[in-house]
């Protein structure tokens, strides 16, 4: 069984005045929130025990469930006080006791087709394997990947062009001992001072350099991520009804 934990605590700064009062995840997208197509497609693939960490006006989530998902009792929230003051590696830390079986880690601001959700859960079984897809150039926003044949041995937005190979979409997929692997490196990683401003990418990183990671393209499927008002409109057409499968 496979279990998905949606990293959703952000307020989302850059797609500001639409996020003044309103979760990125909570942005509506061709008639649904970020977070209900997301939730939609993990139940769609049978994907049930979903936890979502919260932050930023965690109560719009919590009415969502409440409202959309009752149904649903293995859909549930964990609130991350941190959520002004830190990255993502603290919702990581904050979600480790979910990390005790197979499971999705998936950023709250990656919508994409369930065919692609269905080719990762299809994937090769392997530790950690990253998402990624390619394109001609990169730009600095985008978390870029060093590959090796399949196996990934760099995750940043700093690697040069000459390093760059792919970008991340914001999907991970940990799957038998990798679960382990992952909670402990995150413990490890927030007890340094920089725990609480880090990515937990630099975790998966740390894990990549040592070898441990492999990758998974979901090159032909159709994803974006949301960071300004322009990827809405992107988005926008990705999840219009004639384009879903």
Known sequence: ??????????????????????????LEIAGKSVLQWQLD??????????????????????????????????????FNPFFNVSDNLASCWLARQEMNEDFLLINGDTVYETSLLEHVLKSESAPVTLTIDFKEKYDEDDMK??????????VSKILSPEQTHA?????????????????NSVENAMRKPSGLKSWFLSVVDAMARDGKVTSCSISGHRWAEIDFIHDLESAQEILAPSNIS
């Not at 069984?1 to 990125?24: D, F, W, Y």
């Not at 970008?167 to 909670?183: A, K, N, V, W």
């Open 1 to 26: 069984m496979t279990k998905a934990i949606i990293l959703s605590a952000g307020q989302g700064r850059r797609l500001l005045p639409l996020t003044e009062n309103c979760p990125k995840c909570m």
């Open 41 to 78: 497609a993990l139940l769609a693939c049978n994907v049930t025990e979903i936890s979502i960490i919260t932050g930023f006006h965690s109560e719009q989530v919590e009415n969502l469930l409440d409202s959309n998902y009752a149904d649903k009792p293995q859909i549930g929230f964990v």
């Open 145 to 154: 990947v060093t590959l090796e044949d399949r196996q990934v041995k760099g």
């Open 167 to 183: 970008e991340s979409i914001g999907m991970l997929y940990f799957r038998g001992d990798g679960p382990r692997q992952f909670r």
